[in-house]
């Protein structure tokens, strides 16, 4: 009888606690996925760019190259990793010295240097290389390179990760975003520090790769832009619908209320009365949508907005839920037992 009278709201929650729990599962994976970084980086990678000023007014060329800060970093660190990016996200330049490529290689593969004009390449790019002087060559950008590895390209979250990597060019322009693993923020700064120094046209700036709280909750926001929007227009729908299904729920009930004020019970036990079967009904829903997010994402028709459901979406689900039904029902609650306080001086 309890679940009969029950049914309607039941099945409206079971809907509400569904949606909620895989908007915030999709939000918190997308949050926690800014933390993991693309191409085997690790927390302790920073980022730092250098930009000439003079060069970008007068279109002039610049004198520092790759080579150079190579070497000023490696006069500094006997172990590092250095990525630059190239035109296209899918690619970057890289740049060994005694540290091991970060990659899944196929074969068991260890590389700890790449030789100029070499590439290592996605294994599934491997279809596409061709056969010169016996060994494999891949063609980018207008240019040949030697395949030296291939590896497993993993799909990342957030971070896309690169499906070919260069050796880098030596004469070309320094001047560009790099990324680099296995240096102090300290140091790096003292290189840069030194290099600017003999070229006042240039600057730099250095910063982590993983962004404090904010920039991280900004990127998951963006990362979940449609999420957010239906979510955010969900919720003032779901505002709006709840308080009615609960009056209509309320209504539902109105003979065993009766029945119930006949037999002595006053308007507050009345009240506790009904939101302990609201909480029954919540409860019950929250169960069955919990359950269903599960099915909805095991089936894998939504995975590139929602991969996954998390403990703590399901924990902000039911608190969303709670805080909604709970101040619906008191809610509702009071408003039935205004009307009936009119209808019995009505009477009077």
């Not at 926690?32 to 007068?58: M, P, R, W």
């Not at 995975?303 to 709670?322: A, D, K, M, N, Q």
Request: hydrophobic share 40%; glycine share 6%; proline share 3%.
């Amino acid at each position: 009888m309890f679940v009969k009278r029950s049914l309607y709201l039941m099945i409206y929650y079971v809907v509400v606690t569904a949606f909620t729990c895989l908007s915030f599962s999709a939000f918190f994976a997308s949050y926690t996925s800014t933390k993991v970084l693309q191409d085997g980086l690790t927390s302790e990678s920073l980022k730092f760019s250098i930009i000439d000023e003079q060069a970008l007014e007068n279109n002039s060329p610049v004198e520092l190259t790759n080579q150079t800060l190579i070497q000023q970093i490696e006069s500094n660190s006997d172990s590092f990793l250095l990525y630059k990016g190239k035109e296209t996200s899918r690619a970057r330049n890289v740049y060994l010295n005694n540290f091991l490529l970060p990659l899944p290689m196929k074969n068991g593969q260890k590389i700890q240097k790449i030789p100029e004009h070499s590439i290592i390449l996605d294994h599934d790019l491997l279809n596409s290389t061709f056969d010169q002087n016996g060994e494999p060559y891949f063609s980018y950008q207008g240019q040949d390179y030697k395949v030296v590895g291939s590896f497993d390209r993993e799909n990342k979250y957030i971070y896309r990760n690169s499906s070919l990597f260069v050796a880098f060019p030596f004469e070309e322009s320094a001047i560009g975003e790099y990324t680099i693993e296995g240096v102090p923020r300290e140091t790096l700064g003292t290189i840069l520090n030194g290099i600017t120094a003999e070229d006042p046209s240039l600057s730099y700036s250095v910063r982590p790769m993983i962004s404090g709280f904010k920039d991280r909750m900004i990127l998951a926001l963006r990362d979940q832009t449609f999420v957010a929007i239906v979510f955010g227009i969900s919720i003032f729908l779901i505002v709006l619908s709840t308080l009615g299904t609960t009056l209509a729920w309320l209504q539902s009930k109105r003979d065993e209320i009766q029945a119930r004020s006949l037999v002595g019970a006053n308007r507050n036990d009345i009240r506790l009365w009904l939101i302990k079967e609201y909480l029954w009904v919540l409860a019950i829903s929250f169960v069955i949508g919990n359950i269903l997010a599960q099915v909805v994402v095991k089936s894998g028709s939504f995975y590139e907005i929602i991969p996954e459901t998390t403990v703590t979406g399901s924990l902000f689900s039911l608190l969303f839920c709670f805080l909604i039904g709970t101040c619906t029902v008191l809610f509702s609650t009071w408003i039935s037992s205004k009307k009936a306080q009119r209808n019995d001086r009505g009477m009077l």
